[in-house]
């Protein structure tokens, strides 16, 4: 999974995310963060700080996550990320990769095509 701030504060929400990896957490956060976006991500009225309302349901130590957000490896990992949508040319999410191809067109099927011929390269060797 990599990082695409397209939208607006979605820096804010990314450097949460990387910091809740520090505490273990980062998975239950993500979830965490999609189920309260329409309160915190509002097109019309967004609200980042709110995240901060929410983490602890999943046991995020805010305070500690203050600190750990100020982590200057942090902002190195979403700019190698940003860097690396360039190089790739993604343009918007989702974006899915399969062994560095982009897929052809969006969708399951294609996803589990692309994955099936993958594999069939690979045991074919």
Avoid: C
Avoid at 20 to 29: A, D, I, L, N
Avoid at 78 to 85: G, K, L, P, T
Avoid at 110 to 124: G, M, N, P, Q, T
Wanted: net charge neutral.
């Amino acid at each position: 999974m990599r990082y695409a701030a397209f939208h607006q504060n979605s820096m804010h929400a990314i450097t949460v995310l990387e910091a809740t990896r520090k505490q273990g957490k980062f998975w239950e956060s993500l979830e965490l963060l999609f189920k309260y976006q329409p309160s915190w991500a509002s097109h019309h009225n967004p609200q980042p700080h709110l995240v901060f309302n929410y983490l602890p349901e999943v046991g995020v130590d805010i305070e500690q996550l203050k600190k750990d957000m100020q982590d200057p490896e942090i902002a190195k990992h979403i700019q190698q990320d940003a860097e690396d949508m360039k190089t790739l040319k993604v343009r918007g999410t989702p974006s899915f990769f399969v062994n560095g191809q982009a897929l052809e067109q969006f969708g399951v099927g294609y996803l589990y095509s692309a994955i099936e011929r993958e594999v069939k390269k690979y045991y074919s060797k």
